[in-house]
């Protein structure tokens, strides 16, 4: 008897397109016993979204399937529609990425989880009142009652997120299909739904796939890790054992490309993948990875093939560490000596923003940033971390005009902009330049690349010779590892890294003083995230500019931040240079958002400090400390009562905070 609960063999997924037949999985077998948890990695375009709808037979109608999917001996391939209705839901749960797809905007989110209950297991509308309010206190939803009446818009992104898994256990399934659930989220509420995740699966002995492109959140919720690269598994078996031992270069390259603790811009540049992933023909064979892979040899595609190389440990290459072919990861790891020193440029005052206010609304007033005071030094990297909805973005709008403040003052090079974009001079708009999270958004989709690049070049920079202004972008796109046959091609024929590529070679063509950074790699494969990052700092070091990097991820932050700023409800938390904020953390906020990151390496996990309930209320006016009612390390009423006083460490380093107060 066959014990495992799923079993894909030799599993062929083809797409008919246009451009003719392309491969999106090619030749998968792999196998999933009961309440076993494995993890797929890999990066965008890699299959592993494609291999899920292939177990779910949620795929389009041009696809073709060949090969074997059995869910408890069952073959799912030779289901029809009709008795597939029976595993979705049912037997098989899916958790798709992005919650607001998956929720219907025009009903609440009540009815929209009885609805599972009624459907699938044919209950009444009372036990699925009932069950819905179970299954969200089973994944720590506070006040199910009032949630239930709520529509998705009403909640944030992780309690959507968590609606969308609650949903999926309603039918209390045999296997759940995760795809990237948490991508989107913040590191504090990631750390939560991954939490739920793993008691849900001890709870339900349910078995779990977990798709990712994130080392650090598999190692979180998987026991083995299967490698995907162009539709093929090239490395898959136990987690500790891919860790220490990758055999195949690509699951090196992943590993490596992770920021990590202690990993900082002065000391070393982040591993990268040279290429990207390109679709794979369906007449093709041989390894996938052999054209970016930097130790490939002659005998590659002759050796290529799956086969053991450990205990319950498969590879198709062994030569992640081969000797014969020079390791130039070494060369790559060589950073560039900064050319100025923070220490010059301490005295000057880049930007300076004193008692920054920021409220939204007339009757209903929304209180988004809350009273902050901060300077930028020239040639310096800000980073501004904190939950969704803690005022980041806001302040980072109002320093480029996107934004006017209700209150306080910003200075500029001494010139005091804290007014609309359209009243500043053209020379501020030239020297204040925004990159933005979502580069498809951001980039006209009806323009060229040189189109897009010489919009303010032409408009702020009056550069109107034509040969002139082309020659600039061509060497523009150099800097950003992007050739002149790009200058006419359109944002859709781009991938997301070569996107943000061209608004960052957009934000850069002006010369500004400063750059404003929102989130322009949260959304971005950890490949090319790790590209994106090693070229900020490189062109920042040529360019001399400063930059105001804002972000979620504090791995990130680290790296490529001189001083960083924890940013709560609209206030400052803690503030200071970058090592002196990161070890150790002073403020309980800043200590639960590192703690909150996960780990890269599955032998370091950590005590997570869980952070419970939300944000307050950003409509009713800030009392006592913000933080307070979420705060581990809460002293008493005085800190609902009282704002918090500065607590100085050094000339660079504050946070707010009643407990050193108290002790004193």
């Known amino acids: ?219 979180k919720v998987a026991e083995h890790v299967v490698v995907m690269y162009n539709g093929e598994i090239v490395e898959r078996g136990p987690k500790n054992q891919i860790f220490e031992n990758p055999t195949h270069p690509y699951t090196r390259s992943l590993i490596n490309c992770m920021p990590r603790g202690g990993v900082v811009k002065e000391n070393t540049k982040l591993n990268t993948i040279p290429g990207y992933v390109r679709r794979r023909g369906a007449l093709e064979s041989g390894c996938p990875f052999v054209d970016r892979c930097e130790k490939r040899n002659d005998t590659c595609e002759s050796k290529y093939g799956i086969r053991e190389v450990g205990e319950r440990h498969f590879a198709a290459c062994d030569r992640a560490y081969a000797t014969d072919v020079p390791d130039i990861l070494k060369e790559k790891l060589i950073p560039r000596p900064r050319t100025t020193s923070l220490a010059l440029n301490s005295h000057k005052e880049l930007l300076k923003i004193e008692n920054l206010h920021k409220v939204y609304g007339a009757r209903r007033k929304v209180y988004a940033v809350n009273g902050i005071d901060v300077t930028v030094h020239p040639e310096s990297v800000i980073g501004v971390v904190g939950e969704s909805g803690c005022g980041k973005s806001t302040t980072g709008h109002m320093v480029s005009g996107l934004y006017k403040p209700t209150k306080g003052t910003i200075m500029f090079n001494g010139t005091d902009i804290s007014i609309a974009w359209n009243k500043r001079s053209k020379d501020t708009l030239k020297k204040i330049q925004l990159i933005f999270q979502n580069p498809g958004r951001s980039l006209n989709p009806s323009h060229t690349v040189e189109q897009i690049i010489a919009r303010p070049m032409k408009r702020l920079a009056n550069m109107h010779n034509a040969t002139e202004r082309r020659q600039r972008i061509v060497d523009m796109l150099k800097k950003v590892d992007l050739g002149k046959e790009y200058l006419e091609k359109k944002p859709k024929q781009l991938s997301g890294g070569e996107q943000q590529r061209v608004a960052i070679a957009r934000a850069l063509s002006i010369s500004p003083d400063l750059i404003v950074c929102d989130e322009p790699t949260s959304a971005l494969d950890v490949s090319v995230q790790a590209s994106v990052l090693n070229l900020l700092n490189d062109l920042q070091l040529e360019t001399h500019a400063a930059y105001m990097f804002i972000s979620h991820d504090l791995n990130v932050i680290n790296y490529l931040s001189d001083y960083i700023m924890v940013m709560y409800a609209g206030k400052i938390c803690e503030y200071g240079k970058r090592d002196e904020v990161m070890a150790p953390p002073f403020h309980p906020y800043t200590e639960a958002l590192l703690s909150a990151m996960p780990e890269v390496d599955p032998t370091k996990q950590k005590k997570v400090i869980e952070i419970t309930g939300q944000l307050p209320d950003p409509a009713k006016k800030p009392k006592g400390c913000p933080f307070a009612g979420r705060c581990h390390k809460q002293v008493g009423e005085i800190c609902e009562r009282e704002y918090p006083p500065m607590v100085r460490l050094s000339d660079t380093h504050y946070y707010h905070c009643h407990i050193k107060a108290m002790v004193e």
């Open 1 to 219: 008897m066959n014990d495992n609960i799923l079993d894909i063999n030799h599993l062929q997924v083809r797409f008919e397109t246009f451009d003719g037949v392309f491969s999106a999985v090619n030749d998968v077998s792999l196998s999933l016993g009961h309440n076993e948890s494995i993890g797929i990695i890999g990066e965008s375009g890699c299959g592993k979204s494609t291999l899920s709808f292939a177990v779910m037979k949620y795929l389009a109608n041009n696809a073709s399937v060949d090969g074997s999917i059995r869910f408890k001996g069952e073959e799912l391939l030779e289901k029809s529609e009709k008795e597939m209705e029976a595993f979705r839901g049912n037997r098989i749960a899916m958790v798709f990425q992005n919650p607001y797809s998956s929720l219907n905007p025009a009903l609440t989110i009540g009815f929209q989880l009885d609805e599972v209950g009624i459907h699938h297991q044919k209950l009444s509308k009372q036990k699925a009142r009932h069950a819905t309010l179970e299954a969200l206190g089973m994944m720590n939803i506070g006040d199910p009652q009032g949630i239930v009446r709520r529509y998705p818009h009403q909640v944030s992104g992780g309690i959507q997120q968590r609606i969308c898994i609650a949903m999926a256990i309603l039918c209390r399934p045999d296997l759940m299909i995760l795809d990237e659930p948490t991508t989107a989220l913040d590191v504090t509420t990631e750390a939560v739904i991954l939490d739920s995740i793993k008691e849900l699966r001890a709870k339900l002995s349910m078995s779990l796939m977990y798709i990712s492109h994130d080392m650090g959140v598999i190692n």
